[in-house]
């Protein structure tokens, strides 16, 4: 890891790392870990807000959500893409951008113990509840635009419904090194746009496009499938995960409530991009 301040390398003392509680460089720049276990290396002028990133709220409605399993088959098809990412004998270095409350991250280190996992987010609030998912993944709450990590030292990077940065993200990737990419097709929950919006805009969002000068296409793979909503319950954790929540009021949330069980459209791209 990198001084979030001045670039330098980090080093602990003593070099046990069962032991170790704090970081330095030699700009004697010093950041201790938190008792949940995380490193809090965001720099207090790279914040743009008091509390940057996914609030409290946010944070459990989506780690309650994806708790009871409904989002399970991408957390599968993510960690077999990541099987077939990594080099035979190789130790790879894999780090979740934009991890937010660890449910891919942990599930993916689960199918790759051999392989060192960091799992990124500048929520405070995301990444004290990735904690509690498992200790064996390196934590980090820090900024994806400068990220606190050694510049070409990352195999792989999994992006999971996080924005593009492609010249941060390229920094840290080795050569010939692979970036993973989940985002949404224009179906994923189609039925609840319905019900929010009067007219749904196509997105025009191009992930091929935006990383073209920096990153090659090298497969991109659908992830589709149908999962339903049972209970009110499930259905406001749901909501509130999701950005069309805020869009929700009372007279639309009643009414998706009153077609439960509600059958949901799952739909997004996994796409492996390479360091050109």
């Given at each position: 890891?990198?001084?979030?301040?001045?670039?330098?390398?980090?080093?602990?003392?003593?070099?046990?790392?069962?032991?170790?509680?704090?970081?330095?460089?030699?700009?004697?720049?010093?950041?201790?870990?938190?008792?949940?276990g995380?490193?809090?290396?965001?720099?207090?002028?790279?914040?743009?807000?008091?509390?940057?990133?996914?609030?409290?709220?946010?944070?459990?409605?989506?780690?309650?959500?994806?708790n009871?399993g409904?989002?399970?088959?991408?957390?599968?098809?993510?960690?077999?893409?990541?099987?077939?990412t990594?080099?035979?004998?190789?130790?790879?270095?894999?780090?979740?951008?934009?991890?937010g409350?660890?449910y891919?991250?942990?599930?993916?280190?689960?199918?790759l113990?051999?392989?060192?996992?960091?799992?990124?987010?500048?929520?405070?609030?995301?990444?004290?509840?990735?904690?509690?998912?498992?200790?064996?993944?390196?934590?980090?709450?820090?900024?994806?635009?400068?990220?606190?990590?050694?510049?070409?030292?990352?195999?792989?990077?999994?992006?999971?419904?996080?924005?593009?940065?492609?010249?941060?993200f390229?920094?840290?990737?080795?050569?010939?090194?692979?970036?993973?990419?989940?985002?949404?097709?224009?179906?994923?929950?189609?039925?609840?746009?319905?019900a929010?919006?009067?007219?749904?805009?196509?997105?025009?969002?191009?992930?091929?496009?935006?990383?073209?000068?920096?990153?090659?296409?090298?497969?991109?793979?659908?992830?589709?499938?149908?999962?339903?909503?049972?209970?009110?319950?499930?259905?406001?954790?749901?909501?509130?995960?999701?950005?069309?929540?805020?869009?929700?009021?009372?007279?639309?949330?009643?009414?998706l409530?009153?077609?439960?069980?509600?059958?949901l459209?799952?739909?997004?791209?996994?796409?492996?991009?390479?360091?050109?």
């Open positions: 890891m990198s001084c979030p301040i001045c670039s330098a390398a980090l080093f602990a003392k003593p070099e046990s790392a069962a032991s170790v509680k704090t970081l330095s460089c030699d700009a004697n720049h010093c950041f201790d870990r938190a008792k949940q995380y490193w809090n290396l965001l720099a207090v002028q790279q914040k743009k807000s008091k509390d940057p990133g996914d609030n409290a709220q946010m944070v459990s409605a989506r780690r309650e959500f994806l009871l409904y989002y399970q088959p991408l957390a599968q098809a993510l960690s077999l893409q990541l099987q077939k990594v080099q035979p004998d190789q130790s790879a270095n894999i780090l979740d951008m934009g991890c409350e660890g891919y991250t942990a599930h993916c280190q689960q199918q113990e051999n392989h060192q996992f960091f799992g990124l987010d500048i929520s405070k609030h995301a990444v004290k509840a990735a904690t509690q998912r498992t200790k064996a993944i390196t934590w980090l709450v820090a900024s994806g635009a400068n990220m606190p990590l050694k510049d070409s030292s990352i195999d792989i990077m999994t992006v999971v419904f996080s924005r593009l940065m492609p010249q941060a390229a920094d840290k990737l080795k050569t010939d090194a692979t970036l993973v990419l989940v985002w949404p097709t224009d179906q994923h929950l189609i039925e609840l746009k319905q929010i919006y009067d007219d749904i805009k196509r997105s025009k969002y191009d992930p091929a496009a935006e990383l073209d000068a920096l990153f090659s296409v090298d497969s991109v793979t659908p992830c589709t499938f149908d999962f339903t909503i049972e209970t009110a319950h499930d259905l406001t954790a749901l909501l509130l995960m999701t950005p069309h929540g805020q869009k929700v009021n009372s007279q639309v949330r009643e009414s409530t009153n077609q439960l069980p509600l059958s459209s799952f739909s997004v791209n996994i796409g492996c991009f390479k360091k050109r």
